[in-house]
């Protein structure tokens, strides 16, 4: 995991943001998912007659929708790349992950997270910046 370009400290603590949320986020994409295929939405505004360029079939348009609806597709990329990072982790890495941000509450300073994992401090946040920044090249952040 070579990162030629260091993160921008806001982009860091933008990616952690999106590790602590990470199963809110999960809960999010299957609650926009659910209101999008089973909501009956109507956003045909041709009032003056004519055809629609959109799909007759219900199952194209809750497709059509889904694959459309920027927050979803969004969220959807964001928590694939935690994923994806997250499951080629080594098992340590896997069990920071999980101390520091999928915990709550956070009882744990960086300090007792690193003995659980029985390493020191600085260990253990070199451990963080490399998951932070493996996350950054999957999303495409800089």
């Known amino acids: 995991m070579t990162t ?70 969004k969220l959807e990329e964001i928590a694939h790349a935690i994923e994806k990072v997250y499951t080629g982790l080594p098992d340590e890495y896997q069990k920071l992950v999980k101390l520091k941000y999928w915990t709550r509450p956070q009882l744990k300073t960086w300090e007792g997270i690193a003995e659980d994992l029985h390493v020191n401090r600085t260990t253990a946040m070199r451990w963080r910046d490399s998951v932070v920044n493996a996350v950054s090249e999957v999303l495409g952040w800089r």
Do not use: C, V, W
Request: charged letters at 30%; zero cysteines.
């Open 4 to 73: 030629a370009i260091k993160l921008k400290k806001a982009t860091f603590k933008h990616i952690e943001s999106e590790l602590y949320s990470y199963q809110d986020t999960l809960k999010e994409i299957q609650f926009l998912r659910n209101n999008i295929m089973f909501t009956k939405e109507s956003d045909d505004e041709n009032t003056g007659g004519g055809r629609s360029s959109l799909p007759s079939s219900p199952t194209e348009q809750i497709g059509t929708r889904l694959a459309t609806h920027k927050r979803l597709n």
